[in-house]
C-alpha cells in the first residue's frame, strides 16, 4: 500500500467515526442535497480586490439562500477577518494540530456566513507530517456536505500557496483591472497554472473599471493573449465592478458595501454576480468537493 492510499484509508476511517460521534456543532440546516462550489478568487497582481470581492460576494450568496463558507488563504495583511472587524481567537492551526475540531475555529461573519480563519497555518501546509494532514483532512471532511458555497481567498501571484489553491479548486475566479499590469499578471499567472498543471477553466472578473466597455476590453485584452499564445484554454467573462470609492469606506466601518450601500451599482453588480455564477454548471468529483479539495491540496505538498 502505497503512502497516498494508507493516509486516504485513514481518514475514510476517522471520518466515519467523526460522523457517528462527533456531529459539528455548527452544522447548518440542510438546503439542498448538492454537494458545495468551490470557488477560488485568486489574481496576478495584489491589491485589485479580491478579499473585498469575496466577503461581499459571500452575503450575495447568503441572500439567494446559499450557505457560505470562507477559506482565508491570504498572508496579506487587509484578510477577510480584518475587513469584517472580527477577531479570531483560533484557526486552522489548532486545527492541523488537534487542539480544536473544525466547528471550534470557524467563526461567523455578517449575515451567518463562516470563516475559516488562517493564522500562520496557511503558511505551515508545506511542513505538515502524515498526522497532521489526517487531522486536518478528517475534520474538513465533516463540514463537505454543511455549506453550498465554499470560497477561498487565495492571495496574488505565482507563490505555491496561490498555484495550490487554485489547482485544487473546482472553480476559479482571476479577478483583473484595467491596469496594464494587472492584464500581465493575470496572462503570466494563467499560463503558470495552464502549462505547469493544465488547468484549463478560468473566469474572469473585472474590478475597478470606468464602464462596462473598458470591462469588456480588460477581458479582450487578456483573453486575445490567452488564445494567441496559449491555446486550448477556456476563459469566461463573468461581468465587472465599477471603481467605487465607499470600497474604502465600508473597510473603514468594518462592513460590506453590499450592506452599508446596497443601491450603490457596485453592490448591484456584486448582487447579479452571485446570482449569475448560482446559474453556472458545474461537475462535482464523486468524492465530495471540499474533501477532494482537502486531498488535492495535502496531496500537492
Ligand atoms: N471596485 C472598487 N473600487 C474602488 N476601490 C476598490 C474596489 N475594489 C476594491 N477596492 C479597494 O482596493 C483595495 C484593495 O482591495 P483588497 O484588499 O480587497 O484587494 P486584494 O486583491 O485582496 O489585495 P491583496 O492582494 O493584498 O490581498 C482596498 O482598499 C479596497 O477597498
Ligand atoms: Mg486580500
Known sequence: MDQASGLRQMVDKKASCLRKIDKPKKKIKRLSPAMPRVIAVT???GG???TNIVGNLAIAFRRLGKRVLILDAD????????IFGLNPQYNINHVINGEKD?????????ENIYIIPAGSGIQELSRLTEGQKLNLLSELDVIDDSFDIFLIDTGAGISSNVIYFNIAARERIVVVTPEPT??????ALIKVLYTKHGTNTFNILVNMTKNAEEAESVYKNLSNAVARFLGNISLDYIGFIPRDDNFQKAVKKQQAIIQLYP???SSKSIIELAKHISKLSRDDPPDGNIKFFWKKIVASY
Not at 75 to 82: E, F, K, M, Q, R
Open 43 to 45: 489574481s496576478g497582481k
Open 48 to 50: 485589485v480586490g479580491k
Open 263 to 265: 443601491e450603490t451599482v
Open 102 to 110: 473544525i466547528a471550534g475555529i470557524l467563526i461567523k461573519g455578517p
Open 182 to 187: 494587472s492584464i500581465t499578471d493575470a496572462y
Open 75 to 82: 498572508l496579506g495583511l487587509a484578510n477577510i477577518d480584518i
